[in-house]
Each structure stands twice: as structure tokens, then as C-alpha cells.
């Protein structure tokens, strides 16, 4: 490791003073003018990973659906899931090294982590549509290179496309090829094998209104689209032509106000879809009749495949275990309808996508979503080893094993991903011959409300039974409980943000009015309880 070289290379990069940020769930994110350091250093970081896993690594430039002005950065590891939680505390360390510590720092990584220095090193470098993007990447590539590692810059990609590369590269291209055009290949091709199963005619399940948040997923599907346009007709809007990215527009902005995006007229019973910033979240939507609005967030995504999934697996005829994964924030209903109904076991987990991935991995076909639009399905081997052996069986189950194959095929089993979850979504509506409104009619959501209450210090707040519970401070749990019991149907939890000095609140019951009030009831709580400051939580907020 040429210290001097790192010095030299630190300094064109250097950290302001006072700078403090933290790796989490999502990585790095913040105003974009305060990330060039964090940039560099990441490249550095990746090119040690890269060297101590003798892998290709991925480094991500994006903050997903964070404002235009902000940036982040996220590292890929090998099998294209999210970074090891100890180099996580790595990553967070090497960002908020003072300039004098920066060579004491990555010798304490490498020892730590007993990497050879002599290894060779290969990270991948991708970057959403930001304006901010194309030149903190260059101050990626500069770390990764002052440490002797290669580089490949694939330039503008989405973020699952990243992880999609990275997964490819690492297992000698037996997931698919490292190249976008391998992955519109992939993704196409299994999806139209799925349509022409599908029985029903004419062209009424196959139009569909994508709002791409003006991010990077816009590019993309308009890239991808000729493949598939036999099979689904697209029409791309907020696709960063006019507007600016993740305003008023996108998945997080339609999940949070229950309202569509700007930019984008929606006849009744039309079905529509918005992704977020950099193409890792999906939820859909329609109008009905009435023009009242409907939203199909990740919990009905989750539920649909599942019910889809086991439904051809009871036609192979396998035993093979199937289950889904959610968070607290899962809707009552959707757990209730997959467990009484569907007979799928359900899963949670604390909340961020690392731990509902590793969970999924449990099981033969692990399906994971959170409510806001996040997720996939992974598939064990024991699963293409029972498709293997299904030429075998009779007709109608080799049908039924060839559909699970090219289902298979279209999920980004890496990462949660717009473009291959909407895809999935879109082949199993046409193959049950649903319309949008049948599938929403599916359950009924119970009515909640999520809340956000300012403490001196969120530590004081402590979870278990993923998330689900407080441990301290003594007496709010059972607090919680008391008030849970006036109302029908009712559940409460709350839990610390990762980011503030803020609680989440989420209550549900059986009216919007008892939701509301619930809510309003535990905040007091945790006010009273929990150190609450500023002013005190009021019913009719």
C-alpha cells in the first residue's frame, strides 16, 4: 500500500472539518457538496473488500429518493447484497478520520481484516441521474486506483442493475452477463415465455402508466422497453425531461401522501406504477370508478407473488417451504390473509432490507417486501433442482415448472428492483387474468396512522420481538398494551429512528378514527415516558 500516494490523493479530496456521517442501511447520504472525501475514501474502502474477499465489489453513487441536491454512496458486496455490518463500521470510521489519521486508519482496516495487499482488486462503479453523480464517481474511481485496484465505470444504471452486475461477475456469469444488455435480455426474455401462457386475449391487461420519479429508471425502461413491448405496452412518465427528480413525483412521494404523482392523468381502474429515484421500489395505484384512490404498496406486491408462487408449487406438487417476510409496518390484513387464507407462513423481521434479505434466505422461496415498495424473492438451489426433475413429470406439472423457472429468471434475486418486480407483477396478473381492482380486492387494509414524536435522546427507547415491543423505558410497553385494548382490531409499536432524535409511532384498529386516536394516545406515552420535547402530542394532529 503506497501511503505517500493515499496522502497525496487525500488531500485533492479533503474532509471539512467538524463532518460527521454515519453508514447505514442505505449507506452514506447527504447534501452532495459535502461528499467528495466520503467518495474517495469509499473507493479506497472497496478496493481493501475487494482484496480480502478476492471478489469484484460495486460501489453505488445515488441517495435513491432523497432530494435532488443530495447524494450518497453505497458499496455492494460480492453475492450483490448490502455490505458486511462490520465493514459498515469500517466504512463509518475511514469517512470521519481526520486527514493526519487516514494512513493509521486503512493499516488498522487491513490488519483488522487480515487483507493481502498484494491481491488484486476489481470494484464496478455505477451512478444515478443526479448532477452531482458523474463527478463524485471519478472521486470513487480515484480511490479504488491509488491503491492499485482495476475499475469498470458502467456509468448511468439503477441501483438493482448494479447489484445485478456485481452477482453476475462473481459467480462467472452463471446468474447472467455482466452487461445491461444481458440484463434486458434476462428480464425480456423470461417474461414474454410467462405472457404467452397467459390465456387471456386482447390487449386490456397490458398497458400500464410508470411514473419513473425523473430518475434514472426512466433511461433504463426506455432502453429495455423493446424487448418486451410485444408483451406490455409502457408509457413512461416524470422521466426527468422536465422535472426535477423525486419531486412531487415517485414511489416514496405516492406512498406517504396516498395521492398519484404530478405530471400524470389517471382514467378509472387504470393500473399505474411509480418507482423511486434510483429504481429499487415499486408500488402501484389506480382510480376507481368513483375517482377515489387506491394504493397497492408492497405489502399486496408481497402477497400476490406469494399466493402466485405457492399456487405453482401445489401444481408441481412439492413439498418445497415457502415464506414471507415482512417488517412491524406490515399491514394486519396482509399478514392475516397469508396465513388463514393463503396458508403461507409469516415472518418478522426489525426493520431495513439486510435483515428481511437474510431472513428470506431461510427458506426454499423467500419472499420479502416492505410496505414501501422494496423487495424480491429468492430461490434456493433445492428449487432448480426440483425444476431439473420435473421434465419427468406429467404435462400439466411440467407447464407449472416451467412458469416457476422463467419467474426464476425474471427476479433480481441481488436486490429489491422496479423494473424485474413490475415485470413479475405484470406476467401474474395477465397469467390469473386479474384486473388491477381484483387484486386490491384481495383484503382490505386496515385503516392506521404513523406518527413521529421529538426526544432529547432516542437511545432511550430500546426494542424486541423485531421491533415490536419497548423494553425500556420501564412501563411504556405496558402502557401500550392498555391503550391496544380499547380499540377492535388494534396493534401498536414504536420504535427509535436510526437517523434523529425522533420515536416512530405506528398504531392500526379497525376505523381510521380509532387508528387515529390510538396513535395519538401512545405518542403521550412516549412523550411522558420517554423524555418527549417541543410540544406535546395533540389529538386531531
Known amino acids: 500500500m503506497d501511503l505517500g500516494a493515499v496522502t497525496k490523493y487525500s488531500a485533492l479530496h479533503a474532509k471539512p472539518s467538524g463532518l460527521i456521517l454515519q453508514y447505514g ?15 474517495f475514501r469509499m473507493g479506497l474502502l472497496a478496493a481493501l473488500r475487494s482484496k480480502q474477499t478476492k471478489s469484484t465489489i460495486g460501489v453505488m453513487v445515488t441517495a435513491s429518493h432523497n432530494p435532488e441536491e443530495d447524494n450518497g454512496v453505497k ?9 458486511a455490518p462490520s465493514w459498515e463500521e469500517h466504512a463509518t470510521c475511514l469517512a470521519n478520520a481526520e486527514e493526519q489519521d487516514m494512513q493509521r486508519v486503512l493499516i488498522d482496516i487491513s490488519e483488522k481484516e487480515a487483507v493481502n495487499l498484494q491481491q488484486d482488486a476489481f470494484v464496478v462503479v455505477g451512478r444515478d441521474t443526479r448532477p452531482s453523480s458523474e463527478k463524485l464517481s471519478q ?26 452486475m456485481v452477482y453476475c461477475r462473481n459467480t ?14 434476462k428480464l425480456s426474455k423470461a417474461f414474454m415465455e410467462l405472457i404467452k401462457q397467459a390465456s387471456c386475449s386482447g390487449d386490456e391487461y397490458r398497458s400500464l402508466k410508470v411514473d419513473c420519479a425523473n430518475g434514472i429508471g426512466a433511461l433504463k425502461l426506455r432502453e429495455m422497453e423493446h424487448y418486451f413491448s410485444q408483451g406490455l405496452s409502457v408509457q413512461l412518465f416524470n422521466d426527468g425531461s422536465k ?26 381502474n387504470e393500473r399505474c406504477c411509480s418507482f423511486d429515484g434510483d429504481a429499487d421500489r415499486i408500488v402501484y395505484y389506480y382510480h376507481d370508478a368513483d375517482g377515489h384512490f387506491h394504493l397497492i404498496d408492497g405489502d399486496k406486491i408481497a402477497t400476490l407473488i406469494s399466493s402466485f ?14 415464506g414471507v417476510v415482512q417488517t412491524a409496518y406490515a399491514n394486519g390484513s396482509s399478514t392475516r390473509y397469508l396465513e388463514e387464507v393463503m396458508k403461507v407462513p409469516v415472518y418478522c423481521t426489525k426493520t431495513g432490507v439486510k435483515h428481511l434479505h437474510h431472513k428470506a434466505q431461510e427458506f426454499d422461496i423467500g419472499v420479502y417486501f416492505e ?3 422494496h423487495g424480491t424473492a429468492l430461490f434456493s438451489t433445492a428449487v432448480e433442482m426440483k425444476i431439473k426433475q420435473s421434465e419427468q413429470l406429467e404435462e400439466k406439472k411440467r407447464k407449472a ?32 387474468g386479474l384486473t388491477v381492482q381484483q387484486w386490491d380486492a384481495l383484503y382490505t387494509d386496515l385503516p392506521n396512522r404513523q406518527l413521529k414524536v421529538q426526544v432529547a435522546d432516542r437511545r432511550v427507547i430500546s426494542t424486541t420481538n423485531a421491533e415490536r415491543q419497548a423494553v425500556t423505558p420501564p412501563g411504556l410497553q405496558e402502557t401500550i398494551n392498555d391503550l391496544v385494548k380499547k380499540y377492535k382490531l388494534s396493534r401498536a409499536f414504536v420504535r427509535p429512528s436510526g437517523t434523529e432524535d425522533v420515536v416512530r409511532v405506528y398504531a392500526e384498529a379497525d376505523s381510521q378514527e380509532s387508528a387515529d386516536h390510538l396513535a395519538c394516545e401512545v405518542s403521550l406515552a412516549v412523550f411522558q415516558l420517554a423524555g418527549g420535547i417541543g410540544e406535546r402530542p395533540q389529538p386531531g394532529f
Open 25 to 39: 442501511t442505505a449507506g452514506f447520504r447527504t447534501k452532495a457538496e459535502h461528499l467528495d472525501h466520503v467518495m
Open 75 to 83: 458499496l455492494v458486496d460480492p453475492l450483490g447484497e448490502m455490505l
Open 139 to 164: 472521486s470513487v474511481i480515484d480511490g479504488v486506483t491509488v491503491l492499485g485496484g482495476e475499475f469498470h465505470d458502467y456509468g448511468l444504471l439503477t441501483t438493482p442493475q448494479l447489484h445485478y
Open 172 to 185: 462467472g456469469s452463471r446468474y447472467g452477463k455482466a452487461t445491461l444488455e444481458g440484463y434486458y435480455q
Open 243 to 268: 422535472g426535477k427528480l423525486n419531486h412531487l413525483c415517485g414511489a416514496d412521494f405516492v406512498k406517504s401522501h396516498q395521492k398519484p404523482p404530478q405530471g400524470m392523468e389517471i382514467k378509472s
Open 309 to 322: 408462487l405457492k399456487e405453482l408449487l401445489v401444481e408441481i406438487g412439492e413439498s418445497l417451504n415457502i
Open 371 to 373: 410496505a414501501n415498495g
Open 401 to 432: 415448472a416451467k412458469m416457476l423457472e422463467n419467474i426464476i429468471d425474471l427476479f433480481n434475486q441481488a436486490a429489491g428492483d422496479a423494473i424485474s418486480d413490475m415485470l413479475v407483477i405484470e406476467a401474474i396478473l395477465a397469467l390469473k
